[in-house]
């Protein structure tokens, strides 16, 4: 009989461990979809669900209880305000691991975990977007040149 079945540890001690699946939730929450290895996706998949189904009680200390675990108040919002009531009528499955071939250094098998029905818009939370940047040359290229008139 093989005992203690209960979690992968990854070759870590249990506070980076900890650590890692904090910044992997806020990640996740965040951007609704990102990539790592296999045995992390897969230990990172039961604890979302879990912090979905907390999330959609809105009550105070569930609000508590998801701060101590994540450590950001913007996650926290947005499991209260967007999620929840994404996944109202969904009574549990809300991420899933798809295999996403293996990494080219170490030949690690890599995941993709992302949130059912996400919003594609949510990946672009932190990328300036390129109208502005564009215009910003332009008018950068523009000025010179006529300063040399």
């Known amino acids: ?6 979690y992968r540890k ?3 001690n ?8 904090k910044n992997m939730l806020n990640s996740l929450i965040k951007y609704e979809q990102i990539i790592t290895t296999l045995p ?3 230990e990172l998949k039961p604890q979302i669900d879990k912090v979905i189904t907390i999330g959609k009680k809105n009550v105070l200390s569930n609000k508590k209880r998801l701060f101590s675990k994540l450590q950001d108040k913007k ?3 947005k ?11 969904r009574k549990g499955g809300y991420s899933r691991v798809l295999k996403a071939g293996f ?5 690690a098998p890599m995941a993709v975990i992302e949130l059912v029905d996400r919003n594609p818009e949510a990946k672009k939370v932190d990328k300036p977007k390129k ?10 290229k523009t000025e010179p040149k006529s300063a040399k008139k």
């Open 103 to 107: 990494r080219t250094g170490d030949d």
């Open 75 to 77: 996650s926290v919002i």
């Open 131 to 140: 109208i502005e940047t564009k215009e910003k040359t332009q008018e950068s």
């Open 79 to 89: 499991v209260f305000d967007e999620l929840s009531k994404r996944y109202s009528a």
């Open 40 to 42: 992390k996706a897969k």
């Open 10 to 12: 990854l070759n870590k």
């Open 1 to 6: 009989m093989r005992h203690g079945l209960g």
């Open 14 to 21: 249990s506070e980076h461990r900890k650590a890692l699946f």
